[in-house]
Structures are given as C-alpha cells and as structure tokens.
C-alpha cells in the first residue's frame, strides 16, 4: 500500500518534469494530477485527457497558447512581479503550449465530465487584493490573493486554482482554519535560499522553492514566510461531489476566534 504524505520536495527529470499528486502516488488523496513543466525556448507540448479538465497557469516566460476557439501569446516575468495568465478546458479539448522563451507551467488537472467553454484567464480578471487580515493579529497576516476561477466563476468546473503572496515575514491562512475539501500549496519563493513554515495539522514542514503541502480535507493549515523573503503560494482545491469550496467556507479554529477582537502589540511592557 503506497503511503500517504503530506509534504513534498519534487525534482525535474531530464525531460523538464516535476510531478506533484498524481491520482494514484502517495498524494492521490488531493483527488487531482497537478504537475510542473519547464520548456527551453522553441520546444512545444500538447495537453488533453478524456474526461478530465486541465488548467495551464504560466508561472514565468512566454508562451503561445493554442486551443480550438483561439491563439494568444502571453509572457510573465515571474510570479512576484506579474499577474497569472491560464488557460482552462474541459475534458477532451485539446491545448497546446509553445515556449517563445524559457518557460514554467503548472499544469492542474481533475476527472470531470462536465463541458465547459475554454477560457484564458488574464491578470486583469484575477487581480492581487490584500486579504481581510491586512492590518490584524499584531500587522504580522498580510497577504496578497488572487482567485483566477472558483466554484462563483466556472460551476462547471470541479476545481479552484489561484495564488496568494506573503509579505515578508507574515503569516498567510491565518487563523487557523480547514474546510473538507482536499487543497494542495505549490510554493515560491523570491530568492533560492527563502523558506517559510507549513502547518498541516499537527504536522509542521519547511517550505522552500518549489515544494508543495498536500493538505486533506479537515486538517488546520496556516503558513508563514520568514522575514526577508516573498512567498509565493499557487493554491489548488478540489471540489468534493455535492459539496464545493466556496469563498465563505472558512471555518476557523475556535481557539484562536478571540485575535479577531484583540489589541495586539509587540511590546506590552
């Protein structure tokens, strides 16, 4: 029996692959096959599964996304500096990817057999917000959060995808809260030696470059960066049959509800 986890520190293959959760690999309880592509410039790749809808966020560089009501050449310098571009279609629709310049995809995929119309997502339609904690618990939780779909923006879909960046040195997810739904963290971070905390229930990680949380559904999962350094979090939800994620599903832990009334300071004496 393959054994379950909750953290992972993937590595790319000699073909520019690095697999995160897959449905049948020790994270397949996240219910979604979500990998990461890097792409020398000129090189193209293709993307369509029979019964699964697929999600193609840009991550840095520039592409040409091709699918069958439309072309568009995108770029994003890195995901600290610019809003995502991507691509979603459903089940049996074909995408097609070319590098114009040394490239990094994140590609979200979940069994689906709903149809949906393809859409490109654009920064403009997922814009950076500072969530309601800005200001809050001792100005020690601002975070930034964009939602490129959600269960408001496609019901079709049975998947969320967005990202969220911390200040440096802030908490993000705080309080601490959980929902039923299985969430996976892809994480970046601005410079190679950043690093932050992963709370997955009980269970606390180090978040680095290019490591993701595998969160199940009902376990608390707060986050932090260490000071100094952005970090970058694409978030990744899935749907559970009857029961989708919506923005008020946010069920906070009852022991910390009292922060939302408290006057924090740093230095009480």
């Known amino acids: ?48 599964r029979e019964g699964e809808e697929i999600a193609i966020l840009l991550l840095s560089g520039k592409v040409t996304f091709t699918w069958p009501d439309g072309e568009k050449t995108v770029s994003r310098k890195d995901v600290f500096t610019e809003g995502p571009w991507a691509l979603h279609v459903a089940g049996g629709v074909k995408a097609c990817v070319k590098a114009e310049k040394d490239t990094e995809i994140l590609v979200q995929c979940t069994q689906n057999e709903k149809t949906f119309a393809s859409h490109l997502y654009a920064p403009e339609e997922a814009p950076w917000k500072y969530s ?92 932090s960066a260490a000071p100094g350094y952005l970090m970058y979090t694409c978030w990744m939800i899935r749907h559970l049959p009857g029961n989708p994620w919506l923005q008020t599903d946010r069920n906070e832990d009852t022991a910390f509800l009292w922060l939302h009334d408290a006057k924090i300071v740093n230095q009480p004496w």
């Open 1 to 48: 029996m393959v054994e379950k986890k909750l953290f992972g520190y993937p590595t790319f293959d000699e073909n520019g692959e690095e697999i995160l959760s897959t449905y049948d690999n020790e994270y397949r309880d996240m219910l979604m096959d979500v990998r990461v592509y890097r792409m020398p410039e000129g090189t193209t790749r293709e993307f369509c």
């Open 132 to 223: 309601g904690a800005k200001g809050k618990f001792g100005d020690t939780a601002n975070r930034q959060v964009n939602t490129i779909f959600d269960h408001d923006i496609c019901p079709e879909s049975n998947m969320v995808l967005g990202e969220v960046m911390n200040d440096r040195g802030n908490w993000s997810g705080y309080l601490p809260h959980r929902h039923p739904q299985p969430e996976l963290y892809y994480f970046k971070f601005d410079r190679p030696e950043g690093f932050g905390a992963s709370f997955v229930g009980d269970d606390v990680f180090k978040s680095v470059d290019n490591s993701f949380s595998a969160i199940p559904g009902g376990r608390l999962h707060p986050q």
